[in-house]
T-cell receptor, first 108, second 114 residues
Framework: GIQVEQSPPDLILQEGANSTLRCNFSDSVNNLQWFHQNPWGQLINLFYIPSGTKQNGRLSATTVATERYSLLYISSSQTTDSGVYFCATGGGADGLTFGKGTHLIIQP | DTEVTQTPKHLVMGMTNKKSLKCEQHMGHRAMYWYKQKAKKPPELMFVYSYEKLSINESVPSRFSPECPNSSLLNLHLHALQPEDSALYLC?????????????FGPGTRLTVL
């Protein structure tokens, strides 16, 4: 099956900093999602982005399907951005395949 | 509305108990999923229902039994679980099971098996 790798595994930043999270996948994909998992376990949809670029407030994402990677940008970080960020691809009968996640800590 | 609901939020059960987890969505989605997430790990797929038909994940022990009573509801029946089954159980749905389309997750049921 498809392999999904995320980097970095851990990231500690000061409030107000910017960050870039990376997701590499081993094969071509028809869908790609970014999630934020909060401390209570809720997976919050950030982007559905099989290709191209999207922006939502301080967050933006870019997927370059031909080069098999996606990037999540977080600008002007806030403490509420802390948590685990997952990218995932696949779907259908095989469900989503998740990367191992980036654990982000934003310090005040 | 992009809401998937799950009950209960927390569940503690003994190894001889029988319990059920429930999931509901009213987005008209025709694919529904159960995932299991252990601490500090990503979610892993357990079962998929597409148009109320089950796609079986063969690595799931038979002590987990899914049920899809209709296109909006998904249950996970639990029986004779082991302590290592303690985890966060997540339900998700998507428009169809054809491999495309965004999946939406419920808040999860945090299960502890004593």
């Amino acid at each position: 099956g498809i392999q999904v790798e995320q980097s970095p595994p851990d990231l500690i930043l000061q409030e107000g900093a910017n960050s870039t999270l990376r997701c590499n996948f081993s094969d071509s994909v028809n869908n790609l999602q970014w999630f934020h998992q909060n401390p209570w376990g809720q997976l919050i949809n950030l982007f559905y982005i099989p290709s191209g670029t999207k922006q939502n407030g301080r967050l933006s994402a870019t997927t370059v399907a031909t080069e098999r990677y996606s990037l999540l940008y977080i600008s002007s970080s806030q403490t509420t951005d802390s948590g685990v960020y997952f990218c995932a691809t696949g779907g259908g009968a095989d469900g989503l395949t998740f990367g191992k996640g980036t654990h982000l800590i934003i310090q005040p | 509305d992009t809401e998937v609901t799950q009950t209960p939020k927390h569940l503690v059960m003994g190894m001889t108990n029988k319990k059920s987890l429930k999931c509901e969505q009213h987005m008209g989605h025709r694919a529904m999923y159960w995932y299991k997430q252990k601490a500090k790990k990503p979610p892993e797929l357990m079962f998929v229902y597409s148009y109320e038909k089950l796609s079986i994940n063969e690595s799931v022990p038979s002590r987990f039994s899914p049920e899809c009573p209709n296109s909006s509801l998904l249950n996970l029946h639990l029986h004779a679980l082991q302590p290592e089954d303690s985890a966060l159980y997540l339900c998700a749905s998507s428009h169809s099971g054809g491999g495309l389309g965004e999946q939406f997750f419920g808040p999860g049921t945090r299960l502890t098996v004593l």
